[in-house]
């Protein structure tokens, strides 16, 4: 295999990310100010507690990437 190609494998990844991010900016940022509200003070992030905000996310970026598939 080359390594190479591996590498532009990896930066096209890496620019796919960065389009489908800007697609959902919106939710990315609730999910941020989530995740900062349940970590102030210091606090450790528990699983769930931005869950619901972390599937609106994900939702968009699977719905963003099978637009772009189109």
Known sequence: MS???VWSRSREKMR???ELFAQCAD???VYGKCVA???TSKQEL???LCAKEFQ???TCFTNAAKRRAK
């Open 46 to 48: 528990k699983k769930d």
């Open 16 to 18: 796919l990310f960065s």
């Open 37 to 39: 509200a349940t970590t």
């Open 3 to 5: 390594g190479s190609n």
């Open 27 to 29: 939710e990315a940022a």
């Open 56 to 58: 609106a996310l994900k």
